[in-house]
């Protein structure tokens, strides 16, 4: 049965978000919804009769806010801004991202303090319920008045403008797929124009998409933190409860009651290998993993609270209040939105520096505690698993890259009446492009423990690490043996990471990771 998603006055939930934009889930306007878009019109259409100049009703826009715009000339005033603004240069960006920037910008219409009419916000949820995807491009937004471009690209598709992907992923003019889903093209009035793209909607949906796939991630990466603890025969003392209680971050007491739940039953931690003096201490990058995934879990709960309130919001500039004025306002500045954004990718880029220190260690014969040099099967014939790592440390590089705060930076634009903006879509886009890279780091980083783990003969690995490879051999990820193509084997294994599979193996075993 089809999701059904039924939109309010009060905003939506990340879940929603999720359901629409990745799994089509159908989008429904509530009877409350339609009557606060009714009322809010009657207020802008009451303005709109008014010789007095209202902003956004009967005026130009940005740096040309000042000219007065007759009756006569405002539905081509509506029409111009959308045709003008749809100025995106640069390849497609995801349906998925499309979907959300969609969805978000009609819960904002649905709200019904843009003052767009009824019929508007319906033609959005019926564009969305065809599986119309307007074509948007990767370059046009500066986060601010929100994502300009993207959203023309969207509202010049209701109009029944512009290039569009179909149901069946076919691109097409977007008056011919309107047509064959029995929708007609919106003729814009005042006002609905720019209520259509001025909002922070795409750098928001890719948030809240963000945090979804790094809930996966930091519970994978607890997982494979732990499974090279065991390849590499340290200690679990380390992640006592006693000891994270007494520096009382929630992050880091969650990693590592994960990692100690995936090492329950072990047979290879603290097992010191012959010759060798009992160890006191590991490695940073494995001593320290709660330290840094838990900073990261806690950055991702500051930036969810940031998603939760921008999705209760209703961003655009004027808004229709409830006293019944259209005034002026700052709210569509993606500064609170950037600014998390940008925390992620830094997190994140940390997170796949010390998974891949973990996998350097895994693979160094004078650190790893007796495992054979990178792995191989026959070092010196074998190279094993030495240019996984290259690949990895060419991940992680880029990911210090992409740390780079975007919101740092601002160009000014409009004639400087729009002289300081969030760039908050890049710190998104480059954030999507992190969190991928992140995932094919933990990927190798599981290829390497888990080959570690099966090379130590003789020792049994915890309950839950068994449970891991197995399903990772029974995903047809090879073990332990001579060197083979080795790109398929890294490309199964980042599939495994990014479909949840490996947080699905061990959950059986440990109960729900936080």
Sequence with gaps: MQTVVVLGTSG???????DVARHGARVELSADAVAALAAAREIVDALAAKPEPVYGVSTGFGALATRHIGQELRAQLQRNIVRSHAAGMGPRVEREVVRALMFLRLKTVASGHTGVRPEVAQTMADVLNAGITPVVHEYGSLGCSGDLAPLSHCALALMGEG?????????????????????????????????????????????????????????????TAAL???????????????????????????????????????GLTGHAQAGEAPRVQDAYSVRCAPQVAGAGRDTMAHARLVAERELAAAVD?????PDGRVASNGNFHGAPVAYVLDFLAIA?????????????????KNRSHG?????????????????????????????????????????????MQEDHVSMGWSAARKLR????????????????????????????????????????????VEGPGPDRFLAPDLAAADAFVRDGKLVAAVEPVTGPLA
């Excluded at 030495?386 to 992680?396: D, E, G, K, S």
């Design 228 to 266: 090279s603890l065991e390849a590499l025969l340290g200690t679990e003392k380390v992640l006592e409860p006693e000891l994270h209680a007494i520096r009382p971050h929630p992050g880091q007491a969650a990693a590592a009651a994960n990692m100690l739940a995936v090492l329950k039953g072990s």
């Design 317 to 321: 500039n004027p808004v229709v209040l």
């Design 348 to 364: 994140a880029a940390d997170l796949g520096s010390i998974a891949e220190r973990r996998t350097d260690r895994l693979l160094d």
């Design 433 to 476: 492009t992190a969190i991928g890279n992140l995932n094919r780091i933990i990927a190798v980083e599981m290829y390497a423990a888990t080959r570690g783990i099966e090379l130590r003969a003789g020792l049994t690995p915890a309950p839950a690490s068994r449970a891991a490879i197995d399903a990772l051999r029974a995903a047809g």
């Design 12 to 18: 939506t939930t990340p879940q929603d978000v999720i």
């Design 371 to 415: 495992l054979p040099p990178f792995l191989a099967d026959d070092a010196g014939v074998d190279s094993g698993l030495m240019i996984a790592q290259y690949t990895q440390a060419a991940l992680v590089s880029e990911m210090k890259r992409l740390a780079v705060p975007a919101s740092a930076d601002s160009i000014p634009s409009s004639a």
């Design 163 to 223: 290039d569009a992907e179909g149901p069946d992923g076919v691109l097409k003019p977007a008056g011919e797929l309107l047509a064959a889903a029995g929708i007609a093209p919106v003729e814009l009035k005042e006002k609905e124009g720019l209520a259509l793209l001025n909002g922070t909607d795409g750098m928001l949906g890719m948030l809240v998409m963000a945090l979804a796939d790094l809930d996966t991630l930091y519970k994978s990466a607890d997982i």
